[in-house]
């Protein structure tokens, strides 16, 4: 485009800015040409920004997400700063059919001097998401079940058989509370209902649903290599477990296994622990072995 047709397309953009909730906020928005879009490079994520990230983007493109860019005017070159968006930009401007403009947020309360204007851009751009708070797996819940995800209601439906609460605060856990639902959400996700129930199960078995930290993650995540290494035992590893661990507790369950394996990450240690005890019981080979760092599947 040339740039006396760039100044006509400016000044027809400026001219219909609709002021966005209090005029004197300077927040407007239009509709804006992606032709008019620049993101400086002195403070945009040009080069680093993630190749993947955007392909997802333009893979997974859904107009019904696409929040407005957020632009800065420069009147001197008849061109927008573009202050967030680059991704939603490059995406756009990527698709099979590339749009021609996209909805912009414009802040024209701005510093006319152009390098404290630029300063003004960084400190937005650097301050965009501080407010923002990432919606956590648990609090997707609902509107996952609501949605028919078949992990998301595996776990509603097991929860809520064994009365099991799950929560977002860290730290120990209370009798019945998962110890994190993200890890009862992958069990799920990746070895399906049947692994889940089979712990939940085992951990009501022991009596631990009673205890502090019974579903806490380390107790889930070697509970469900168990599971997952020796699904061929049926019931079996499940009645052993609770056999091996029915006088003890949570606690010392962890402590045990610590110290057989000190130098192991806790759930590497618990899980090693469990496979010696399951594995010298039913006299099999090992499935889930020590290779001097953490822990291996065999084969």
Aim: aromatic fraction near 10%.
């Amino acid at each position: 485009m040339s740039t006396s047709a760039n100044k006509v397309l400016f000044k027809t953009v400026m001219n219909n800015l609709k002021p966005m909730g209090n005029p004197e906020s300077g927040k407007c928005t239009v509709s804006m040409p992606i032709e008019l879009l620049w993101p400086d490079p002195a403070y945009q994520r040009i080069d680093i920004r993630s190749g993947a990230k955007i392909r997802k983007l333009i893979q997974n493109w859904n107009e019904n997400k696409l929040l407005p860019i957020v632009v800065v005017p420069h009147p001197e070159e008849n061109r927008f700063a573009l202050v967030d968006g680059y991704g939603r930009y490059i995406a756009a401007s990527s698709l099979p059919e590339p749009y021609t403009s996209l909805d912009a947020i414009v802040l024209t309360h701005v510093p006319s001097d152009p390098a404290e204007r630029q300063k003004f851009e960084a400190e937005i751009f650097c301050s965009q998401d501080d407010e923002i708070e990432p919606v956590k797996a648990v609090q997707k819940h609902k509107a996952r079940v609501l949605l028919g995800d078949v992990a998301a209601c595996s776990v509603d439906q097991l929860c809520s058989q064994y009365h099991i609460d799950f929560v977002t605060k860290p730290g120990s856990r209370d009798k019945a509370v998962l110890g994190s639902y993200n890890e009862a959400y992958r069990i799920a996700q990746i070895h399906g209902e049947a692994c889940l129930d089979f712990i939940f199960r085992t951990v009501k078995s022991l009596g631990w649903l009673e205890e502090k930290n019974g579903l806490a993650t380390y107790v889930l995540r070697a509970f469900r290599h168990m599971y997952a290494a020796h699904r061929n035992q049926g019931n079996a590893v499940s009645s052993y477990i609770i056999y091996c661990l029915r006088k003890t507790e949570p606690g010392k369950f962890k402590a045990r296994a610590v110290a057989r394996y000190p130098e192991r990450d806790l759930v590497a240690a618990c899980t090693l622990w469990l496979e010696d005890e399951i594995c010298q019981y039913f006299k099999i080979d090992r499935q889930i072995y020590d290779d001097g760092k953490s822990f291996k599947y065999a084969g």
